[in-house]
């Protein structure tokens, strides 16, 4: 059923800024420059049948500085959460909002004033990746792996869903910028490979389509 590397585009201005950006055309700060570049190394000799990005422009730079020479097709399903009149505005105000402590211990229940649902934003992102594992496995075989860059509530929502966590537990998952997260889907289950991994060279699992996660945890 496919390897699924989740790249998280670097740091941006609306990050070291402390502004969410949402839809916003942010570009990498320098720091997010050299994550992409980095992340690009970690890849370097991986098999990559498809590379696939969210729309907005810090993804598509991530990329452009990660895998050089690669057009990405772009996949609305992994966009930002559509955060409405939130975007734009900093964080520190945004904590004094009511709706604030609803989006740390409920997000499942969070519609964003003029934008998304979180619950929205997880079922279109998980339904990208379903869409995108069958055409990737159809054309390239179960063993074959694939990249998209995304964000880091939407790479949140789907390893949630990959370890068959409510999505009001989905915060209590870390996505550091400029990392690889990686999900083995097999038949019966996914396996969760790798977590916001931004330090050492990226090592996929061995290839094969068995559900069985090995007893006493394997050698690998």
């Not at 498809?50 to 452009?64: G, N, Y």
């Not at 519609?111 to 649902?117: L, M, Q, S």
């Not at 790479?155 to 400029?178: E, T």
Request: with cysteine.
């Amino acid at each position: 059923m496919t390897t699924l590397i989740l790249l998280r585009h670097g740091r941006t201005t609306a990050n070291t800024e402390g502004v969410l950006a949402g839809d916003s055309p942010v570009p990498l700060d320098e720091v997010g420059v050299v994550q992409a570049q980095a992340a690009g190394a970690r890849l370097a000799g991986l098999p990559l049948r498809a590379v696939v990005t969210s729309p907005l422009e810090r993804c598509k730079q991530t990329l452009t500085l990660a895998l050089p020479g690669v057009n990405p097709a772009v996949e609305p399903g992994f966009t930002e959460c559509g955060y409405g009149d939130w975007s734009g505005r900093k964080l520190s105000e945004l904590s004094d909002e009511p709706q604030w402590r609803t989006v740390q211990l409920h997000p499942s229940a969070v519609v964003f004033p003029g934008g998304e649902a979180l619950a929205a934003m997880a079922s279109r992102a998980v339904t990208a990746v379903r869409r995108w594992n069958e055409i990737v496995a159809a054309e390239n075989g179960p063993d074959a792996t694939w990249l998209a860059c995304s964000h880091g509530d939407v790479i949140k929502a789907i390893v949630a869903d990959a370890l068959g966590l409510h999505l009001d537990l989905f915060q209590r998952i870390h996505i550091a910028p400029g990392s690889l997260t990686v999900i083995r889907y097999t038949p019966d289950r996914p396996f969760l490979v790798r977590l916001s991994e931004d330090q050492s060279p990226l090592a996929l699992p061995p290839a094969g389509t068995s559900s069985d996660a090995p007893v006493g945890g394997g050698a690998v």
